[in-house]
């Protein structure tokens, strides 16, 4: 997935897993100090975005993940993995649910894998699960960081900082406003 900010001027494209990014803007001094006084944020929009919506979601993720997850409120952010039978990750997902649909953004190109394997797990569990990748991207507000969330953003907000869950249509014109 390629992130529209690429297209921005003197955006430098990343290589190896952060692919499909910006690496930098050409002023990384200019662009750290703009992350360290809040006035500026990470594109993660090469992630990949899950969503589990239905009434058994939280019961039933707490059966496949390593968190707690059956008594996860609103808003609260939690991370979790999926481990293979010989305790190896298979997965790291960074989790929100807003009451009604747990959000998760996970490494690039896995999101597929990740589902099929959800997907296989569902037996009679009232579940669903999409991939809103092409929908959605992710940014990383760090913490301190003075931009607004947009009106019915998804936010993943821990100590170091936000992750918005942002309509992909809407990246470019939070870029130029942040």
Same mark, same amino acid.
Not at 37 to 59: E, M, N, W, Y
């Given at each position: 997935?390629?992130?529209?900010?690429?297209?921005?001027?003197?955006?430098?494209?990343?290589?190896?897993?952060?692919?499909?990014?910006?690496?930098?803007?050409?002023?990384?001094?200019?662009?750290?100090?703009?992350?360290?006084?809040?006035?500026?944020? @990470?594109?993660?929009?090469?992630?990949?975005?899950?969503?589990?919506?239905?009434?058994?979601?939280?019961?039933?993720?707490?059966?496949?993940?390593?968190?707690?997850?059956?008594?996860?409120?609103?808003?609260?952010?939690?991370?979790?993995?999926?481990?293979?039978?010989?305790?190896?990750?298979?997965?790291?997902?960074?989790?929100?649910?807003?009451?009604?649909?747990?959000?998760?953004?996970?490494?690039?190109?896995?999101?597929?894998?990740?589902?099929?394997?959800?997907?296989?797990?569902?037996?009679?569990?009232? @579940?669903?699960?999409?991939?809103?990748?092409?929908?959605?991207?992710?940014?990383?507000?760090?913490?301190?960081?003075?931009?607004?969330?947009?009106?019915?953003?998804? @936010?993943?907000?821990?100590?170091?900082?936000?992750?918005?869950?942002?309509?992909?249509?809407?990246?470019?014109?939070?870029?130029?406003?942040?």
């Amino acid at each position: 997935m390629k992130s529209p900010l690429l297209s921005l001027p003197a955006a430098v494209p990343a290589e190896g897993p952060d692919e499909g990014v910006a690496a930098h803007y050409g002023d990384l001094f200019r662009e750290q100090r703009a992350l360290s006084t809040g006035t500026g944020f @990470v594109d993660l929009s090469h992630r990949g975005v899950v969503k589990v919506s239905g009434a058994d979601r939280l019961g039933w993720l707490h059966l496949l993940l390593t968190q707690h997850m059956s008594e996860l409120p609103p808003g609260q952010a939690t991370e979790a993995l999926i481990l293979s039978a010989h305790g190896h990750i298979e997965h790291a997902l960074y989790l929100v649910d807003d009451g009604e649909t747990t959000w998760a953004h996970v490494e690039p190109g896995t999101q597929s894998a990740l589902i099929a394997y959800l997907e296989s797990m569902k037996f009679f569990y009232r @579940v669903e699960i999409q991939d809103a990748t092409d929908e959605y991207a992710v940014v990383h507000l760090p913490a301190g960081s003075i931009a607004d969330n947009p009106e019915g953003t998804v @936010v993943r907000e821990t100590a170091y900082g936000r992750d918005l869950f942002l309509p992909r249509a809407e990246l470019e014109a939070f870029a130029a406003a942040n």
